[in-house]
Structure formats: structure tokens, C-alpha cells
């Protein structure tokens, strides 16, 4: 069956960076577009990044432009995203999601999600 | 960016009864719709996509339906387990894909 795990969730200062992973299994990883998904606690949902399958189309939202950076292997069937000059309001439960179709559609699998909290 | 908008955002209804969420986009987004529940705690899951197909597993009284700018999610029959947090998501105009604010259903 299809599963996420993300991992590499924590605390961290403003201005300090973090990676987070999710490891993808039950599915042919190389042939699926993947996304990050961001939830501040008690908000709603907000889309981060996302990445081709073979990583050649990578897009961010406006607010972690320029700081976060998605990548993947899929020789590992993992996806990363690289968070760098943390804010306090980047605070959130990150989920990787799939992907169904390729580009333009909608989200058919989560992961668990893990919780990245920055704070003095 | 397509701006989501859900209503209401929180429902009172009693077990057994009918629920009715919508959502409104800002600009037409054809039937590229998705809507996904959250219990506390969890992560999302996929309910209906293309405005109106159930996921696979998905019960047969959740239904969505509309087009265009105005969307309809409705729980026929209310149970239990249904009552959580409802998002709508729009994939027609995308970066960024955009979800709604969500909509609380509650027991009444």
C-alpha cells in the first residue's frame, strides 16, 4: 500500500535551517509529481513546493521562495525539502503529498506530517 | 492566485442529518475541485476529485457536485466518524494550488 513518512521535523531558532525527508513506498516514486503541504497550528492548509518526477519542473509558493529548496532521489524513493533563514511564522505540521496525475491535479496520498516549530 | 472561499465555517448538524458545505472560487476553475476531510490530528484525506468522483473508498453519501466558481460537498446522512474539517482545493490555475479555509463540522 501506497505510504509517506516524513521525517526531520524539530525546533530551531529563527534564521537557522532544516531538512525534512519523506520517504515514499508502495508506488513507483520515480513516475509521480510530489508536493509539500504546510498547516500552522490551528490554521488551514497551505501548498509550499512541489517537484516533477524527474525533478525538471520545481515550483514554490511566494512565501518560502527563495529559502526553501524541494529535491528528490529516486534512487532512495525520497523527497526532500531544504529549509534555510527560518521565521517563526514557518511554524507548521509539513506533509508530503502525491501527486495523482502529472502537474495540475490533485493531492490522492499524505503523509503523517512533521512538525517544524521555530522559536527563540 | 484563485482565492477559495468555504461556508460556512463551522456547521452544527445532528447525526443522521444531511450536511451541506460550499465553497466559492474567484475565478472559474472548470471541475478541477477537490475536496479533502481532517480529523484531529491526521492528515488530510482525498474525498472527491473533479468536482464530483469519490476516491476510491470513499462512501457513497458523500457527494460533490458544481462548476465553474460554486462547489457543493454533501454528507447525506451523517455518521459519527464524518465529523472533522472539511477542505476544498482548486488544480485548474496552479502555482499555487489553493485550498479554502475550511469548513468545521460539528455534532449539533
Known amino acids: 500500500q501506497v505510504q509517506l513518512v516524513e521525517s526531520g521535523g524539530g525546533v530551531v531558532q529563527p534564521g537557522m535551517s532544516l531538512r525534512l525527508s519523506c520517504a515514499a513506498s508502495?508506488?513507483?516514486?520515480?513516475?509521480?509529481?510530489m508536493h509539500w503541504v504546510r498547516q500552522a497550528p490551528g490554521k488551514g492548509l497551505e501548498w509550499v513546493s512541489l517537484?516533477?518526477?524527474?525533478?525538471?519542473?520545481?515550483y514554490y509558493a511566494d512565501s518560502v521562495q527563495g529559502r526553501f529548496t524541494i529535491s528528490r532521489d529516486n534512487s532512495k524513493n525520497t523527497v526532500y525539502l531544504q529549509m534555510s533563514s527560518l521565521r517563526p511564522e514557518d511554524t507548521a505540521v509539513y506533509y508530503c503529498a502525491r501527486e495523482r496525475g502529472y502537474l495540475g491535479s490533485f493531492f490522492d496520498y499524505w503523509g503523517q506530517g512533521t512538525l517544524v516549530t521555530v522559536s527563540s | 492566485e484563485i482565492v477559495m472561499t468555504q461556508s460556512p465555517a463551522t456547521l452544527s448538524v445532528s447525526p443522521g442529518e444531511r450536511a451541506t458545505l460550499s465553497c466559492r472560487a474567484s475565478q472559474s476553475v472548470s471541475s478541477n475541485l477537490a475536496w479533502y476531510q481532517q480529523k484531529p490530528g491526521q492528515a488530510p484525506r482525498l474525498l472527491i476529485y473533479g468536482a464530483s468522483t469519490r476516491a476510491t473508498g470513499i462512501p457513497a453519501r458523500f457527494s460533490g457536485s458544481g462548476s465553474g466558481t460554486e462547489f457543493t460537498l454533501t454528507i447525506s446522512s451523517l455518521q459519527s466518524e464524518d465529523f472533522a474539517v472539511y477542505y476544498c482545493?482548486?488544480?485548474?490555475?496552479?502555482?499555487?494550488?489553493?485550498f479554502g479555509q475550511g469548513t468545521k463540522l460539528e455534532i449539533k
Open positions: 508502495g508506488f513507483p516514486f520515480s513516475g509521480y509529481v
Open positions: 482545493q482548486q488544480y485548474e490555475d496552479w502555482p499555487p494550488y489553493t
Open positions: 517537484i516533477s518526477f524527474d525533478g525538471s519542473d520545481i
